[in-house]
């Protein structure tokens, strides 16, 4: 059963939002896309001054409860004046759910998710992220695939089993109805009221009117098949409750409380709320930060937490690029079975480091621990294993963290030989979060084919970009900090010498707070993990991740908070987890 073009795009553009509306657009804000923010925009000078700026902000001290890690490490964190009181929030904009969310909210509410993954495009990746308001346009294609999935979903479930009925032929539509009154409310992530079950139940009736042969698992099919393509399944849309006014007088509008669990579940789990998460909504549990921290601990501590994580930290490193990544195979022959073994070592490491009972940004930035694999193993330079992903002591004058994964060394590298400024550029932005302009027009970027058996190999190529005062400003900000890694080749295994002649490792941090000479990347590893710029970029990444937009001018007072408490807990990664969903703009439009 095929149906119109007409038909879905009435479902996904303005008839059947599944709540008696079509979906709100996307909210677009007028001001200033980097106000208040970390400096990642503009000239390199107006960069450093929005970053002293955004330094001196932060340089009050958390609340009194928000050391919520282990200790409090942060270099004047008892001194200083109270923060000023939070603002409202802004109306976050319309999310719909990302390729991977989807998949994971039909495999949770129908056991199988129809091949989502490969049916569906992938998400436009915007910030370095999936799950981006500003990237989630609808175009055609998606559109197609999505009615597409429907399909795939229905043929593939035993939908006699999801909804079996004693005596189909008499009473069919009665259990169509139970049916949907049950799954509506899981699928819509709200409770459903008469008039959403009796538009789903009219589904039900033009699908067993086709086939009256097998009217029961036609109806379904039909009705099923409407419900996976309706905006409220698609769509994260949220209620607002009663606007009401602060002892600031700062009007602040609430959301209720099945918008909170969607919003902590994909977050923390990428996926629909589960019924702990449905009964802390209706019990009116979500309505404060005890109630939401309640939650979030008890997820944290889920497996579908360490995959989030795991995800997070693949997108934010880049390693979500290894099965594309391109390297010569006359030069590395072994790359190419190692590829899924790094990214799953790399993922492995972020978790187990994040989900420690202490577990801190400097552990995960310096830790001489690797799990290894027998695909990795020569990569590291050690003796392969007996079993895949073994956690194995590393030479800790070599490695250090997860900067010096051979998965994220790869990624940030060229085909055939290392690259200081991929690799310093990485640093820069993922974790001092200092944007670096794009080169000027005309300037060719291209990096000179370099074969390891020439004798010229040790020549640098990038000399010029430190030498030429057009490609000085930019490039002071990234080589440096790259040629840290020369002593790791393209796909990230230990080579410190060309030839038997050394290769320098030596680099400086310029426009940090941590600026100086360092020698290796452990040094710098040690330099970054004592960072607040480096805390306070990693929470940025966080924020955005679990906001699904880039900040605005108001939000900075929340960010602000946010990153202070991560500071003040001695970067202490539960901590934020839970400074991101208590703070009370989590609750709020």
């Keep these: ?33 980097d106000a208040g923010l970390p400096a990642d925009a503009g000239d390199a000078e107006a960069r450093e001054d929005a970053a002293r700026d955004a ?50 909210t039909l495999r949770d509410l129908l056991g199988d998710d129809g091949g989502a993954l490969d049916l569906l495009p992938p998400d436009v990746e915007s910030l370095g992220f999936d799950n981006q308001a500003e990237s989630q346009a609808v175009p055609d294609l998606l559109a197609e695939r999505y009615l597409a999935l429907a399909e795939a979903v229905t043929a593939r479930v035993d939908l006699l089993a999801l909804a079996p009925c004693e005596d189909a032929a008499g009473a069919g539509e009665a259990c169509a109805r139970a049916f949907l009154v049950g799954f509506l409310p899981r699928a819509f992530r ?67 409380g099945y918008s909170v669990a969607s919003r902590l579940s994909y977050f923390l789990w990428r996926t629909l709320p589960d019924e702990a998460l449905f009964a802390a909504a209706a019990s009116g549990a ?51 079975r190692a590829r899924d073994a790094l990214r799953e070592e790399a993922e492995l490491l972020a978790v187990d480091v994040f989900l420690r009972e202490n577990g801190t940004l400097a552990d995960l930035l310096t830790t001489p621990e690797a799990f290894v694999g027998p695909e990795t193993a020569g990569l590291y330079g050690v003796d392969a294993p007996p079993a895949p992903l073994s956690r194995v002591a590393l030479d800790p004058t070599v490695r250090a963290g997860i900067l010096t994964l051979p998965g994220v060394l790869a990624v940030h590298a060229q085909s055939t030989r290392t690259s200081p400024i991929l690799r310093g550029h990485f640093v820069r932005e993922q974790l001092l979060c200092g944007g670096v302009p794009p080169p000027p027009p005309g300037v060719d970027t291209s990096v000179p084919f370099l074969d390891p058996a020439d004798p010229d190999y040790e020549t640098d190529p990038f000399a010029e970009t430190m030498s030429n005062p057009e490609c ?56 970054l993990a004592g ?29 602000a908070d946010v990153r202070r408490r991560f500071r003040a807990s001695g970067g202490h990664l539960r901590t934020l987890l839970l400074a991101l969903v208590t703070a009370d703009q989590f609750r709020e439009r």
């Design 1 to 33: 059963m095929r149906w119109t073009w007409g038909l879905l795009a009435l479902a996904l553009w303005g008839c059947d939002d599944g709540g008696g509306g079509a979906p709100a657009e996307p909210v677009v804000d007028a001001a200033p896309a």
């Design 55 to 104: 330094g001196a902000q932060d340089a009050a001290p958390p609340p009194a409860d928000a050391a919520e890690g282990p200790d409090a490490r942060a270099p004047g964190a008892d001194a200083g004046p109270p923060p000023e009181p939070l603002p409202a929030a802004e109306a976050m904009p319309l999310r719909r759910l990302s390729r991977v969310e989807l998949a994971s």
């Design 190 to 256: 709200r409770p459903a009221d008469e008039a959403q079950v009796e538009r789903y139940l009219e589904s039900y009736r033009l699908g067993a009117a086709e086939d009256p042969a097998d009217a029961y698992r036609a109806g379904l099919t039909f009705a099923l098949q409407h419900v996976l393509i309706a905006p409220a399944l698609l769509y994260r849309v949220e209620e607002a409750g009663a606007p009401w006014v602060d002892a600031d007088g700062v009007e602040r509008t609430p959301v209720d």
């Design 286 to 336: 979500l309505d404060t930060a005890e109630g939401v921290r309640a939650q979030a601990t008890r997820m944290i501590d889920d497996p579908r937490a360490a995959a989030t994580i795991a995800d997070f930290h693949g997108q934010w490193l880049g390693i979500d690029q290894l099965p594309t990544v391109e390297k010569d195979a006359v030069f590395f022959p072994d790359f190419d």
């Design 472 to 527: 000085l400003g930019c490039h002071r900000l990234m080589n440096p900090i790259g040629q840290a890694f020369e002593g790791f080749d393209a796909t990230g295994r230990f080579a410190p010498d060309r030839r038997g002649r050394p290769i320098p490792t030596a680099g400086t941090l310029y426009r940090s707070d941590v600026d100086g000479d360092f020698d290796g990347p452990v040094a710098l590893a040690r330099r």
């Design 531 to 559: 960072s607040d710029q480096v805390a306070d970029c990693v929470a940025t990444h966080w924020w955005r991740f679990a906001h699904g937009h880039k900040e605005r001018a108001p939000d900075a007072a929340l960010l």
